[in-house]
């Protein structure tokens, strides 16, 4: 495919692969699907590319030509093959590159108070050194405006206006900030005070058994709408299936038991 050919959104292996361009000049990077949908609804024309990268788990051995087959394990629990070419972004490796040296600006949409959105802005800075590279922060709007996902296209008119040019010393120090994220090698990452916080998968483990120790049997469902809606550390919350691993972990660490009934999933802790 020419670069010309890429004007439309292009999607492969069943809606993990994103990138829409109209304009080359300018390079907007979001980290999820709902980001990317607000700057197209926005009428944005520039070239727009999304990388659903879930930084927050897993190991980031792979991001050098950003490959993350890891993440099979934590999806897809049956561990029948979800991708044909698992959670393999070269495809937006190349293009990112190709574009980034030719386009005047890069300009990535980031946030404080999300770990995935942080640290893609980690790894970019890392990545593209060298480049102009401009970030718009989403809680600078509004505290509440966790990511980009969560404001609306008046809002993103105002968010715009905060965009924040990075100095090389800035860029330098958010490169050196993921190169330390490598270092560390643990699985789970969330966000404290707007820090990467790295920790051992089963960093959690014990505060799930006492929450579900106080719920008794329950709907594997509603305790992950309960660590949700109340997560264990205030302001860290992940997405519905990285919690669904980690309840899967404790049952095959026997720590907790799961029954079916009815097509039901119940999970309680008997020890």
Not at 211 to 231: D, Q, S, W
Request: hydrophobic content about 35%.
């Amino acid at each position: 495919m020419k670069l010309s050919e890429i004007t439309k959104e292009t999607l492969y292996d069943g809606d993990i692969q994103k990138i829409e361009s109209e304009s080359t000049s300018v390079i907007e990077i979001v980290s999820s699907d709902s980001e990317l949908g607000l700057l197209k609804r926005s009428g944005n024309k520039n070239l727009k590319i999304c990388l659903p990268l879930c930084l927050s788990i897993g190991s980031l051995d792979g991001m050098k030509c950003l490959k993350r087959t890891e993440l099979e394990k934590y999806i897809n629990l049956n561990e029948n093959k979800l991708f044909e070419n698992g959670f393999d972004f070269k495809y937006e490796y190349n293009k990112l590159i190709e574009y980034a040296n030719i386009a005047t600006k890069i300009r990535i949409w980031s946030s404080h108070l999300d770990c995935d959105d942080y640290c893609l802005l980690l790894y970019l800075c890392y990545l593209l050194n060298d480049k102009n590279i401009s970030v718009i922060y989403s809680e600078e709007l509004d505290w509440k405006a966790t990511t980009l996902g969560s404001v609306s296209e008046k809002e993103l008119k105002i968010l715009e206006q905060k965009e924040h040019i990075l100095k090389p010393v800035e860029k330098d120090n958010f490169s050196n900030e993921w190169e330390k994220l490598i270092k560390d090698n643990t699985e789970l990452r969330f966000m404290v005070n707007g820090k990467v916080i790295s920790k051992d998968i089963n960093y959690f483990d014990n505060d799930i058994v006492k929450k579900m120790e106080k719920l008794g049997r329950v709907n594997i469902h509603t305790l992950v709408a309960e660590l949700m809606g109340n997560p264990i550390i205030p302001s860290v919350k992940y997405s519905d299936w990285i919690y669904i691993y980690l309840i899967n972990r404790l049952i095959n660490n026997e720590l907790i038991e799961k029954s079916v009934e009815n097509n039901i999933t119940y999970v309680e802790v008997t020890r």
